[in-house]
């Protein structure tokens, strides 16, 4: 397996000597291709000493082996880490003017692009619309982490640790080749809903919809159609129908509204709304006589999203129906024995459970989940895992189901 590691001009470049170490002692033939502002920050002879290969940046060297089309040509992944803003713009525009943009060019299998970048660049609308165009053309491009940038400076705009590229690289090389899921009509829910108490105001919770983009990417990657309902600001992924809504009962209308052959409710739908949305701003009253006064705000039902899809669909077998169970567990009972409750009312075909609380789950990387078939006793538990290895668990599980229908 040939890969060609790409390596950018950023201070992050350092830790990607990290990521070729790994890919390395995975038996993986690496050539790597740095930019000359890489070789500022880390030098030719380390690559050469790790790769165990000479080292070139422009187009001259052997150039009648013609490496700027070679190399992309014979490569198995192209992962370039780190993704600087220059880069990202070079390469949503097809610009071509050193031996790794050309390999970005001439490259017909997949590519990975991992940021790294201050916040302000990873922010600003050019290098948006660029990660945006890479992805609608089916490259992968990481999110950034948070974290301590250069100097005093933190957010996001890190560059993911070299193990969570290394890993997400594997999940790309092991994507399914039969198209597993061609001409299957996914729908996925994503983020947690907003429900307004003012307009400036309203009830929520922290799922950030990492877990349902990194879902509807790894369908969109085995084949599928897929529409994704989010709350999220997240970018969207490669080859992924994007619908936006905010509360839960526009979520409702817009996944009723859809014939899919899978519905995945990842999302995380508030329980209860305001019976009523001031408005205009809810003022703090200022009544000496009573300075702790505070408005009361009367709740009602949500709807129930999942129950009324298992209801729609009657004794069909489609929609495949995956529902998520987020608890955190109590003297009551566990995760487990929730989740098995909530199989059992809510009639989906497939639970994903998993535990949640301070920094568990919700915005973070890593988690570990349970699913659990409805009529089977058995529970597969898949992590501690980045959020994509759950995503192709989840697909593995999801697949038999459609072709038992």
Same mark, same amino acid.
């Given at each position: ?5 790409? %390596? ?24 790597? %291709? ?147 899921? $061609? ?80 519905? %995945? ?19 703090? $009253? ?38 998520? =169970? ?26 994903? =459970? ?25 529970? $597969? ?8 290895? %759950? ?15």
């Amino acid at each position: 397996m040939r890969i060609v590691l790409g %390596v950018g001009g950023g201070i992050a470049a350092y830790k990607v000597a990290s990521l070729l170490r790994r890919f390395t002692e995975s038996g993986y033939d690496v050539t790597v %291709v740095p930019t000359a502002a890489a070789l500022q920050f880390v030098g030719e002879p380390t690559w050469a000493a790790l790769s165990g290969k000479p080292v070139s940046t422009d187009v001259w060297t052997d150039v009648h082996e013609v490496p700027h089309v070679r190399i992309g040509q014979q490569a198995d992944l192209v992962v370039v880490a780190p993704a600087t803003a220059d880069l990202l713009a070079k390469a949503a525009h097809g610009l071509a003017d050193d031996l790794l943009t050309s390999t970005l060019l001439t490259a017909r299998c997949p590519v990975v692009m991992a940021p790294a970048m201050h916040t302000e660049m990873w922010q600003h609308p050019a290098t948006a619309a660029n990660v945006a165009t890479l992805r609608s053309r089916g490259v992968h491009v990481m999110d950034t982490a948070s974290g301590r940038l250069t100097g005093a400076d933190t957010g996001p705009g890190r560059l993911p640790e070299p193990e969570d590229i290394a890993a997400y690289c594997q999940q790309v090389l092991s994507a399914p080749a039969d198209d597993a899921l $061609t001409g299957v009509h996914v729908v996925v829910t994503a983020g947690g809903t907003r429900e307004p108490l003012d307009p400036v105001r309203y009830l929520g919770n922290r799922s950030s919809g990492k877990q349902g983009y990194a879902i509807a990417d790894a369908a969109a990657r085995r084949g599928a159609k897929v529409t994704l309902i989010s709350t999220s600001t997240l970018p969207t992924p490669a080859g992924v129908d994007l619908v936006t809504v905010e509360t839960a009962l526009q979520l409702q209308e817009q996944v009723t509204a859809v014939r899919a052959d899978v519905v %995945v409710m990842a999302a995380a739908v508030a329980d209860f709304r305001p019976a009523e949305a001031a408005g205009t701003k809810i003022k703090k $009253t200022h009544d000496p006589a009573d300075p702790d006064a505070a408005p009361t705000v009367r709740l009602v039902r949500n709807p129930d999203i999942l129950a009324e899809l298992v209801r729609q669909r009657g004794d069909c077998a489609r929609p495949v129906l995956v529902g998520f =169970a987020a608890e955190t567990g109590d003297e009551h009972g566990d995760l487990l024995s929730y989740a098995r409750a909530k199989l059992e009312r809510k009639g989906c075909d497939l639970l994903v =459970a998993n535990q949640v609380g301070d920094g568990l789950t919700f915005g973070q990387d890593h988690t570990t989940v349970h699913l659990l078939r409805r009529g089977s006793p058995e529970v $597969t538990t898949v992590g501690p895992a980045t959020k994509a290895e %759950v995503a192709a668990a989840l697909w593995d599980a999801v697949i038999p189901l459609l072709h038992t229908s």
